[in-house]
């Protein structure tokens, strides 16, 4: 396992959980659900969700959607969100840089870091395989190690 030696670094690496979670929000809302909002199906054309055109493979599907993939959809098959990035909801899970942790905190923070150690790395956002209200929500996460065909990952510059 690599973990980054000098995050103060100029370079390239997986984004933080917290730089993941701010570009996926796509409002100042406190109570969004969804990357979408808080409602339920998806706005149409909004990502590659478990849905109507993968009924026949998938046990939880989106009732009402479809986005005409079955398994994941090239990058950028569907619009970007208002900063202008893509795929954030639907197509592929994506692995972030920090490690995985259930420990819970009441202070505020701001631009959190991860535990120093742990067994699993934190994944997050939904994917084509996912259908339920649990994995489509804004904040659901899930942590591995292991390679996942649904699982992918995007890349975050540091800049001083």
Known sequence: ???????????????????????ARESEAANQ?????????????????A??????????????????????????????????????AGNVSEWINDIYSTEV???VLIDPTSAERGNYRVIRGSNYMQGSYSNLRLTYRDYGVEARPYVGFRIARHFK
Do not use: C, H
């Not at 670094?9 to 730089?19: D, F, I, K």
């Open 1 to 23: 396992a690599w973990r980054l030696k000098n995050p103060g670094s100029y370079g390239y690496r997986l984004p933080t959980e917290a730089e993941w979670a701010w570009a």
């Open 33 to 49: 659900i969804f990357q979408w909002g808080g409602g339920m199906p998806p706005p149409k054309n909004y990502g590659n969700f």
């Open 105 to 107: 905190t009441t202070s």
């Open 51 to 88: 849905d109507l055109s993968a009924k026949n493979v998938f046990g939880n599907i989106i009732l009402g959607y479809d986005d005409t993939y079955r398994g994941p959809a090239p990058s950028g098959s569907f619009p970007p969100n208002k900063l202008g990035i893509f795929d954030l």
